[in-house]
């Protein structure tokens, strides 16, 4: 396994933007798609985004599409959720995991799951 640390994350109002972060440690970054997961209080954690090994290919969920960008840096170890308009239903702890089944969004196809940063959006 991997060890994934997030940041980014923070308070903001409906509208703005932030960018979040999530560094990996190893030398296997640059294998495995990449996942961010988010879960809100009282509620199943659920899929935001993929992106590839390679970082060619992209998939979000369809809340999020529009609005939402991941994106990865190989040579950093690091892939980056660029959100946009957020909203208060985006409020939630964000979550990065290393993806090991192919094409999957569900979260049981991924591992290595870091600790999650927190993303509050106010109205």
């Known amino acids: 396994q991997v060890q994934l640390e997030e940041s980014g994350g923070g308070l903001v109002q409906a509208g703005d933007s932030l960018r979040l972060s999530c560094v990996a440690s190893?030398?296997?970054?640059?294998?495995?798609?990449m996942g961010w997961f988010r879960q809100a209080p009282g509620k199943e954690r659920e899929f935001v985004a993929r992106?590839?090994?390679?970082?060619?290919?992209?998939v979000y969920a369809d809340s999020v599409k529009g609005r939402f960008t991941i994106s990865r840096d190989n040579a950093k170890n690091t892939v980056y959720l660029q959100m946009n308009s957020l909203k208060p239903e985006d409020t939630a702890v964000y979550f990065c995991?290393?993806?090991?089944?192919?094409?999957?969004?569900?979260?049981?196809?991924?591992?290595?799951w870091g600790q999650g940063t927190q993303v509050t959006v106010s109205s």
């Open positions: 992106i590839s090994y390679s970082g060619r290919s992209t």
């Open positions: 995991a290393r993806g090991v089944v192919f094409g999957t969004t569900a979260a049981r196809g991924y591992d290595s």
């Open positions: 190893g030398r296997t970054f640059s294998s495995f798609a």
